[in-house]
């Protein structure tokens, strides 16, 4: 079924020669595995800082009741909110055109 | 014999609280914490807007189903769903009670740790969007082994990852059906059978008629309420602080009889290979949950999938803080007052482990402080509503593995016309949805809580490594994944089954032969190293179909070129 699509079929060996094809690739790449390694720093940082200096996250900001765990764990959730942003805003706008032209070229 | 109804209902919400279920939680704590439950009176708010939403659902349900025609209908709602309106639905699929309840119930018990957890089941997101979902979008067409066997054998791999579903969805769908029956017990006063049977029926008419299209809206309007509930909460504890989220907290820790300690970590997380092979569990498993991989196949394009990532991110974590500000809600507004505890002969109480129905009820209750007994109603059918949209969302994941990957491509070899694989689907709906009845009767009175863990741990030991090992290395071979992926399956349910939290807590035995509650560190490894070893010894001639194969794959997965397109209507 997959394989099978045969109306239009594209030529698979052109777009993976086409330069344009590999630039894409490459950066996107880059750009994918940047940000899932940032996110799994964030993320596993802050189970490693719980799991080897919980006391850390029990300092007190200034002179009342909230720690400093609180904003910290409140800025995991926001990062990874953040960080699927920032991924969507580039990919939506410079990776979609990039691809595009490239489908372009099929026609 | 009310006793021991009592503490069922305490086990099994606790269950809800996957906190226990993971493993990582104290749980002598959490058990002890839901001791004192009890059936709530008839509450009729809660069974008339109960009855609203179900009629609502019918409905759409009825709507839907005339809109659906073909498989693609059936499927993927004909790849005509909005990013947004995914986004709403991917939160719908994912938020459970188990989040909405048992979170909240574990800030109020514990305070910072409730966070902890939060956490870990947001950050899976991101990265099912960097690594997974356009390309997921651009190979497949209805089930996530589309994608696995767009260039490998069909009937090894199809099987392969039908079993992997399957298992995800039977564990899940235990969990879910049993915490759901004892819920409603508990907020409606209806007989555990009868809501169980309820929960069954109502996901069966939903999959089976409306398919997709009606699954989709259900998780819709559930999300659109649940988050509407909660923001209503969380308001109206800010506003009785003037938005001071110090004053809250400096009235929790006056209030809590754990005092400061609630705004730091407990001992949530003991050594640091539970916690690593938990994070590892929550973030991974995730990206393994076929229920959840299906929804990106009901949007037009790879940018569509990609937004509504985005968007579910926003919903889930947003909905996570609200559930922070209802637990400490809850300490503030319920601790004190002895109207919402088992309050012994000497008029004391335990703060938090007497709160009536367990400490899983601590939003329940809150919607009664800050709202009255109609919000009270509204929350309660907003708890049942939640339970219904996620099983719903795991029938129908578990009714296509059967349909398209066991049926339409191993057993009948592709030689199946779609009306036929259709009816076949919405049998398999049906059969799916009477054994989650009868495990869900089945298991009334046993120990669910591992069986969420177990869920995760299976999806992020075989689905997600021979999802992304299929697609991400062009060396992958069909021995390889068929291998690498079963040990992924074995070892994490063989582990489990040897760890404390059935070996010891279930089965009785004094010590376990495994000593981590999860599995994920191990298995995982075990599972992508397979793969990745029998691919590069395998001299097959299936092999060299598979990697010449993985060109044409590798271009479609990274442009979307002639990938399936959405259906018009």
């Known amino acids: 079924m997959n394989q099978g699509d045969a109306v239009g079929t594209p030529s698979y060996d052109t777009i993976k020669n086409d330069p344009q094809f590999q630039e894409l690739v490459a950066k996107r790449s880059r750009f994918a595995w940047t940000l899932t390694v940032t996110m799994l720093l964030i993320y596993f940082g802050f189970v490693f800082v719980i799991a080897f200096a919980p006391s850390v996250l029990a300092i007190r900001l200034g002179s009342g009741v909230t720690t400093i765990g609180i904003p910290i764990g409140l800025a995991v959730i926001v990062s990874a909110f953040l960080l699927t942003g920032i991924y969507v805003r580039r990919a939506n706008s410079e990776f979609d055109a990039d691809t595009q032209d490239i489908a372009g070229r099929q026609k | ?569």
């Open chain 2, 1 to 569: 014999m009310r006793t021991v109804r009592k503490t069922t209902t305490a086990t099994v919400l606790s269950a809800l609280a996957l906190g226990a279920a993971l493993g990582l939680v104290d749980t002598a704590q959490a058990a002890g914490a839901i001791e004192g439950g009890g059936k709530q009176a008839l509450n009729l708010e809660a069974i008339l807007m109960f009855f609203a939403f179900v009629a609502a659902t019918l409905g759409i349900t009825w709507w839907a189903a005339r809109r659906t025609r073909s498989a693609a209908d059936f499927y993927a709602a004909g790849g005509g769903i909005t990013a947004g309106q995914n986004g709403l639905a991917i939160a719908g699929d994912y938020m459970s009670a188990a989040s909405f309840l048992g979170i909240s119930g574990l800030v109020f018990a514990t305070g910072f740790d409730g966070l902890i957890y939060s956490v870990g089941w947001l950050v899976g997101w991101p990265i099912i969007l960097f690594l997974i979902a356009e390309r997921l979008r651009n190979l497949g067409k209805y089930t996530f082994a589309d994608v696995v066997s767009f260039r490998l054998e069909q009937t090894r791999i199809r099987s392969l990852s039908a079993i992997g579903t399957l298992t995800v969805v039977a564990f899940y769908l235990i969990a879910q059906m049993v915490g759901a029956g004892k819920l409603i017990e508990l907020l409606f006063g209806l007989p555990y059978l009868y809501a169980v049977i309820l929960v069954g029926a109502l996901m069966i008419i939903y999959v089976a008629f409306g398919g997709m299209v009606a699954t989709t809206w259900v998780q819709i309007i559930k999300a659109c309420l649940l988050l509407g509930g909660a923001t209503f909460m969380a308001l109206m504890v800010l506003i009785k602080f003037g938005f001071s989220p110090e004053a809250l907290f400096a009235r929790a820790v006056e209030i809590h009889p754990k005092g400061g300690s609630i705004m730091a970590p407990g001992n949530l997380v003991t050594d640091p290979v539970s916690a690593v092979s938990l994070g590892l569990a929550l973030m991974f498993g995730t990206a393994g949950l076929p229920h959840i991989l299906m929804r990106f196949f009901t949007v037009a394009d790879a940018k569509a999938a990609r937004k509504s990532v985005f968007y579910a991110t926003g919903f889930i974590g947003y909905f996570y803080i609200l559930t922070f500000i209802i637990g400490f809600g809850a300490i503030t507004l319920l601790m004190n007052d002895p109207e919402f505890y088992k309050v012994g002969a000497d008029g004391a109480y335990n703060k938090v482990t007497a709160l009536l129905g367990g400490t899983n009820m601590a939003a329940i209750h809150l919607s009664n402080a800050v709202g009255g007994p109609l919000f009270l109603g509204f929350i309660s059918a907003v708890a049942f509503a939640t339970i219904l949209a996620v099983v719903a969302g795991l029938t129908l994941a578990g009714a296509s593995a059967v349909s398209h990957d066991l049926y339409a491509s191993v057993i009948a070899l592709g030689r199946v016309s779609e009306d036929r694989e259709v009816r076949v689907s919405k049998i398999s709906a049906v059969v799916i949805g009477i054994v989650a009845i009868v495990l869900g009767y089945i298991f009334e009175n046993q120990n669910v809580a591992f069986m969420v863990g177990l869920a995760f741990a299976v999806a992020a030991s075989c689905n997600f490594p021979v999802l992304l090992m299929s697609v991400m290395w062009g060396g992958t071979t069909t021995l390889g994944v068929l291998i690498g992926g079963f040990l992924g399956l074995v070892s994490s349910v063989a582990l489990v089954v040897l760890s404390p939290a059935v070996w010891v807590k279930t089965f009785g035995f004094a010590t376990a032969p495994f000593p981590y509650d999860n599995p994920a560190l191990f298995s995982m490894t075990i599972a992508f190293v397979g793969i990745w070893l029998v691919s590069k010894l395998d001299r097959s001639a299936r092999a060299k179909i598979d990697t010449a194969a993985y060109e044409a794959q590798y271009v479609r997965s990274e442009t979307g070129i002639g990938a399936t397109k959405a259906v018009a209507h």
